[in-house]
């Protein structure tokens, strides 16, 4: 049997979401943490708005010139790339919404998570 029969494109991009959402965390959690650093500069993660503007779109017609340049269907390279840009001196309230935001989406991404597979579970026991 498949497993994209079983767990279709949508728990994968469940799982990749997650995954950045974890990154997210410690780059946030790192900003916190040195918020009373003397020259540190904040961080956030430098892919986030592209990715999800591609996950949003169904189709890319995008080119590549170089064979360094990451395929625009293959969202996973370009987690595997993750960097962190710097955006200026850190702002505790900024930091604290972004942390709520994500610990949201996580938590919403989760509750969607359990649901497909208690979805899949009543599937494979005939609905009962």
């Keep these: 049997m498949n497993s994209n029969k079983v767990f279709d494109h949508t728990i994968g991009l469940m799982q990749d979401r997650l995954s950045l959402n974890s990154l997210n965390q410690k780059v946030i959690s790192s900003n916190l943490a040195n918020i009373n650093t003397p020259a540190y500069v904040s961080k956030e993660l430098s892919f986030e708005q592209t990715l999800r503007d591609c996950l949003d779109r169904s189709s890319l017609h995008l080119a ?50 359990n649901k497909k597979f208690t979805l899949l579970k009543q599937a494979i026991e005939g609905g009962q």
């Design 64 to 113: 590549t010139s170089s064979e360094n340049h990451l395929a625009p269907s293959d969202p996973r390279s370009a987690m595997a790339s993750v960097t962190a840009e710097e955006t200026g001196d850190v702002d505790l309230e900024l930091e604290m919404m972004k942390l709520s935001r994500n610990s949201i989406e996580y938590q919403f991404i989760t509750t969607m998570l």
